[in-house]
């Protein structure tokens, strides 16, 4: 049993609040089948001797009304999406679309995106959109956070939510996922 106090919000709270997507938001989730196994020599250093690794491809096709910037009285935004991978250290791994200038109301990325996860059960997808700003660092405009092996096929809309968790709707991004196990 392992119980958690995130009280701040940032990066720990976002991979704890999209980990208990899984259930609900239930706040329990079983460990896997091959954490439970007293048998298993498990090494998360190490690629697992009966690994089942999922190739995950995503395309990022657009973005739907992405929150402005605060440094901009306009929906000016340079926007930019990053999708993360967290779990075992092998494999985690990070990406990131091109800057669409001037446009957070609907960008278009169209680009797509490869990983090769060898311990799917306990990796997590991280959708970031940030605005480019080159003198102060990047802004943060939305995220969202959930476990890869709940990701549905097909076209999706990713919903976002601002730092503090809390629905950013309608914004959204949209995305053609697929994956093979």
Avoid at 45 to 69: A, M
Avoid at 72 to 79: E, I, M, P, Q
């Amino acid at each position: 049993m392992v119980a958690l106090n995130f009280q701040t919000p940032g990066l720990p709270m976002d991979l704890q609040n999209g980990k208990f997507l899984d259930n609900g938001s239930s706040g329990y989730i079983l460990k896997p089948q091959f954490l439970r196994d007293f048998e298993t020599e498990f090494n998360p250093y190490e690629i697992p001797q009966n690994s089942n690794p999922v190739t995950l491809t995503i395309r990022l096709i657009s973005g739907v009304q992405l929150p402005p910037s605060s440094h901009s009285s306009s929906n000016k935004a340079d926007t930019l999406v990053i999708i993360e991978i967290f779990g075992v250290p092998y494999d985690q791994m990070k990406q990131q679309t091109r800057v669409i200038r001037r446009n957070a109301f609907s960008p278009r990325w169209n680009e797509t995106f490869t990983f090769v996860i060898q311990v799917p059960e306990l990796a997590l997808i991280r959708f970031v959109v940030e605005n480019q700003n080159f003198l102060t660092g990047n802004e943060f405009l939305g995220q969202y956070t959930l476990p890869v092996l709940c990701m549905s096929k097909g076209y999706r809309h990713v919903p976002l939510f601002s730092k503090f968790g809390q629905s950013l709707e309608p914004a959204s991004l949209f995305t053609y996922i697929w994956y093979v196990r």
